[in-house]
Structure formats: C-alpha cells, structure tokens
C-alpha cells in the first residue's frame, strides 16, 4: 500500500488580475521507506508541493491520501494527531525556529505537544535524540542561534524524528550546508531511513545529490510533471527538455585522477 | 603574470561582543590582470572578507592590516566626475591615454585603523614613498573607486538593488556618475547595457521594478550596473549560489562573455569548486581565514596539495557520482 497518494493536484494563484497554477494537475505516490525527489527550476512548484502535502496550504483541487486516510478531509485534532506522522525539514532551521530557543527547547515542544513522553523523561528522550543525529547531549543547554549551520540542521531532524514519522518532507534541506557537512546529513538522513523506514520527499534543484539519495524523481516544469521515473534512470538519460537542460546545466568536475 | 592587484600581509580583524575574531590572516595573493581567479572556501573561511576587503567595503569597526597595492594602468575615462568628498588630493591623469601599460602603485593599507568618516574606502592610505612595480613614489594617487574601478555583484540581487528605483535608472545612475554622461546618454547606456547582459525587451525593463523581475532577471540588472562605468575589476560573490542551477550557468556564462569582451578581471567567489573549475583559470582555496592552495585550475583540481582541498573535491556530488544510497540495503 502506498504510503502517499496525491492525485490530480492544483493550486492556482491570482497574480496582477492572472490566474497562474502553480501547481497544475499533479499526481504522483510514495511507497513506505522510499525516496522520492521533486527537482526543477525556479518556479517548477517543488516547494508548494511540499506546502500542499504538509496542509501548511490548501488545494484548489485534488486528492492527498495518507496512510489510508482523506489527509485533506482532516482537522482540528484529527489532522494534529495525524501530523505527528508527517514531519518537516526546510532549508534555513535559523529562518524556521525561534533564534533565542534552546536546542533542548526545540526538541521537548514536540514530545510534550504529541504527548510522547513525561515531562520526567523528556531530558533522557532529549538526550538520545541528540545522539541519534550524531549530536553530544551537553548541546541541549545552547541556544539554537550559537550553534553551526549543520549542528542546527542536525537538530532539525532530530526534532522532526522525534514523533516517530513514516515520512518527512525535506524542501532543500541541505541546500545551503557546506559541503563537507552536506555528506554527512545525507547520511544521516539515509542511516535513519534504514533504521526506521521513514520515507523522504526530498526538494532539491540539484541533480547530483538527487540522483545520489533518492530512489525516483519527479522533474517539474511549471507546476507540471515533465519527467518521472527511476532516479538514476532519468537523470542519466533524461528525455524531456526540461530533464536535459537540468542535467546541462549542473556543474561538473572533470578530474582525471578522482 | 602582470599583476592588478598585489595582496601583502593582508589581516582583517572584526570586533564582535567585545571578542576579536581574524576573518583573514596574512594573506599573500596577486591578482592577475585580465585573469579569471576563483576563490573558494565555506562558511567561515574569509573569502567574502577578501572580497570587500578587495573592494574596500569592509565596516569601518574593522580593522585592516597588511597592503593592499593597485597596478591600474592609467584610466582614459575622460570627463569622469570623482565625487570630491571621496578623492580630495587624487589627479590621475586623465584624459591621457596611455596604450602601454604603465604601471603604477597605487594605494596601500597603513597598518592602522581606518578613520570613521571614510568607512567604505581603507584603500587611501599614506604615500609611503616606496618604490615598486617600476612605478615612482612621485606617481599621482590614484584610489580605485567601488563602482567605477570595481564592479561588485552580491548574491542577492534583491537586497542590493533599490527596491523603488526603476532599475534603468539605477543602471544609468553609475553610468552618469562615474563616465561622465548626460542623463539621456547615461540611460541609452543603461539600455545597450540590458541588452548587453540579454534581458529581455530591454526598453520595458529599463522601466521596471525589481520585484517585477525574477532572480534571474535582477542578478542581470545587478551584472549591468556592475559593469556599466567599465570597471577593470568585477568581483562576483556567490553571484549564482541564491538562483536554480539553469539560471545559475545562464548567469555564469554571462559573466564569462562579459569580462573576456571588456577585458575584464573576474574575481569569482563561490562555495561551489566545481562551479569555480568551470569559470576560473586559477583557484584560491581558504579555509579558516587562510589560504590554503593557490593555483591553476587543472592543478588544484587533479593534483591538490592540501588534504583540505581533496575533502572538498570528494565532497562533490556530480552527475556520475557513485548513489549514497544502496538500494539493496534499503529495500531489504
């Protein structure tokens, strides 16, 4: 069984008296454990996908189902309870947290609001979620803001982790990582999907590290599909316009000794 | 390599909580006239340090140590108009036009703090009477001018463009100030220029607002006004790092075509090593505020010295990358 089903997906904004659809009749699933990328230009819709999936925005048509349920037909609690199960991560953890919030602050609002553990417990739950995401527990006491960049990406996805999810939507989650730390999230984020079988939609604009982590991909050109299909398959021989000039377009190293 | 710029000792220091952190420490580089160099570093190592420190836009609680010394051939810009207040005892020689390159020294950084009133400009340091360069200490100063000498290009083009300002206007406003034009030849100027960096319908544009523009379209009207008085420096900081990887090597080639027709020096900062061995002849790795490896291009990307170098090169996740992700391990 799928573990997200959207069908037929819309949403149009109004903008200087033009109706524009972002997002244009999209349809697409992902199975429990997988990876599914959604790449494309500027524009393409990526990132109100990722905002429909997550209710953050509402459709103006189209159906999501998750884990069996009408995900859009949810709310109130219902859809709170329901959440807990579908987490975020965006680009900028600086731009999505409260800067003066402690790291252990960040990571108790979740296990306190989903009623996970007891407010005795929650130190020791704090403590190995750190330590799950490769973190030393005595950063619990630090503001998020004194952090680094991967330290805090790293919180992000211990807080995301937190409620146990099936699946997280990770919209150019490690975009604006140096790249030296960018490996060793995208390991984290493929030792958690091992270990725990929590599936990704993971955003991103570049092909490289797509082609890398995810299993298929959705290439997008304004709010359409263009191209979907095994990863490696499509990227590698990409047959639409829009897959070509992406893969054209992407940096390459010509080393003769890698 | 005839030099443009010649980098000695250079040391920056920013004061932050009543802490001194060294953003740069004894840098020694030439620049290279006419050469495309890569600087390359992450968060941290000082590379957009060197940048403004380049360009003399570092915050005046800064402080600057080391030299800094400009070997600009003569400017023809006939007509130019220097704002007095910036170039009080300055009388290059203009209107000369020199076809040999005669080189000259410029400008040094003293070894002190710079004055408050003069933030934007540590470049106009003492005439220390030496002699270098084939140059002599009798030589008129000359101070390179942000703008006019440099062309500078952020990487959001949103926070440096004037957001109520038709975005002809901002262009031609360089081209009025620093070539001396009429306001009607500075915005003809700012139109060849629109058209020049390929925006589309540049008489609409020349109109236009920058959030009527997208990021692409403004990081275009940012490279015109970079270029619009002719600087013999363009420095491009992260220019392409805010924009989709289409419009990224859109802009890239931009950048490429525009300085080898102007005769340009490019200064390419970037995170992206891969992105800078496409662009660059010679790549400066720093790390920490140091610099770390400096050569060309080939020799850097095949044959680094520095452990720190190969980490970034591995650290590349091309299109003919070996997958992260094994899927027999996944799915089993």
């Known amino acids: 069984m799928n573990l997200l089903t959207v069908s037929n997906l819309t949403k149009r904004y109004r903008r200087g008296g033009k109706t524009i659809a972002a997002v244009d009749d999209i ?56 959440r807990a199960r579908l987490q975020m991560v965006f680009q900028d953890p ?48 630090r503001a998020i803001h004194e952090i680094s960049g991967g330290q ?74 263009a191209e979907c299909g095994d990863a490696r398959t499509v990227i590698d021989a990409p047959q639409s316009a829009i897959g070509k000039a992406l893969v054209a377009a992407a940096p390459r190293l010509n080393r003769t000794r890698p | 390599m005839i030099a443009l710029a010649s980098i000695r000792d250079l040391t920056v220091t920013y004061r932050r909580d009543g802490n001194e952190v060294a953003a740069l420490k004894t840098i020694n ?17 000082g590379k957009s340090t060197l940048a403004l420190a380049i360009a003399g836009l570092l915050p005046a609680s800064s402080r600057i140590e080391g030299r800094l010394d400009w070997f600009l051939p003569s400017s023809p810009s006939s007509g130019a108009k220097a704002p007095p207040s910036v170039l009080p005892d300055i009388s290059p020689p203009r209107g000369e036009i020199t076809p040999s390159f005669r080189l000259s020294p410029i400008t040094e950084i003293a070894s002190k703090e710079l ?49 109520v300002m038709a975005v002809g206007k901002q262009i031609a406003e360089v081209a009025y100030t620093h070539l001396g034009l009429t306001w009607p030849q500075a915005y003809a100027k700012a139109k060849s220029l629109l058209e020049r960096v390929r925006l589309p319908d540049p008489d609409s544009a020349l109109r236009a607002f920058p959030h009527q523009l997208s990021g692409g379209q403004k990081q275009r ?77 080939a020799q850097i ?15 590349h996740i091309g299109l003919d990358a070996t997958p992260l992700l094994n899927r027999a391990g996944l799915n089993a």
């Open chain 1, 27 to 82: 349809s697409f699933h992902i199975e429990p454990g997988e990876t599914l990328a959604l790449a494309g230009p500027s524009g393409s819709g990526k990132s109100t996908i990722a905002r429909l999936v997550l209710r953050l925005i509402e459709p103006d048509a189209g159906h999501i189902e998750f884990e069996g349920n009408d995900f859009l037909a949810l709310s109130g609690a219902a859809l709170r309870q329901r």
């Open chain 1, 94 to 141: 600086l731009a999505a947290f409260n800067p003066r919030s402690t790291v252990a602050r960040l990571l108790d609002d979740p296990l306190r609001i989903h009623g996970i553990a007891a407010r005795a417990e929650r130190p020791r739950r704090i403590a190995a979620l750190l330590e799950r995401v490769g973190l030393a527990a005595d950063l619990a006491p």
């Open chain 1, 152 to 225: 805090r990406q790293r919180v992000a996805i211990a807080r995301a982790i937190a409620t146990k999810p099936s699946l997280i939507v990770l919209d150019e989650a490690v975009s604006a990582l140096d790249v030296s730390v960018r490996g060793q999230i995208l390991e984290l984020l493929l030792d958690l999907q091992r270990q725990e079988r929590i599936a990704y939609l993971f955003i991103s604009h570049d092909l490289g590290v797509v082609r890398a982590i995810a299993h298929r991909v959705v290439l997008l050109e304004a709010g359409e599909i």
């Open chain 2, 29 to 45: 580089l030439d620049i290279g006239a006419g050469e495309r160099l890569a600087i390359i570093g992450e968060s941290g190592s």
């Open chain 2, 115 to 163: 004055p408050s009133k003069l933030p934007i400009s540590p470049l106009a340091g003492e005439m220390s009477g030496r002699t270098e360069g084939g140059g002599t200490d009798r030589q008129p100063k000359f101070v390179p001018l942000g703008g006019r000498d440099i062309g500078f290009v952020f990487q959001d083009p949103s926070a440096s463009l004037d957001p």
């Open chain 2, 221 to 297: 009207v940012a490279i015109a006004a970079a270029i619009a008085a002719g600087p013999k420096l363009l420095i491009a900081d992260e220019a392409t790092s805010a924009l989709d990887t289409i419009v990224q090597a859109e802009i890239v080639a931009l950048i490429r075509r525009l300085v080898a027709e102007d005769g340009m020096t490019l200064l390419f900062i970037s995170h992206d090593i891969a992105l800078a061995a496409e662009l660059a002849e010679r790549i400066a790795v720093f790390r920490h505020g140091e610099l770390l490896e400096l050569g060309p291009t």
């Open chain 2, 301 to 315: 990307v095949d044959a680094p010295t520095q452990a720190y170098t190969r980490t970034l090169l591995d650290a």
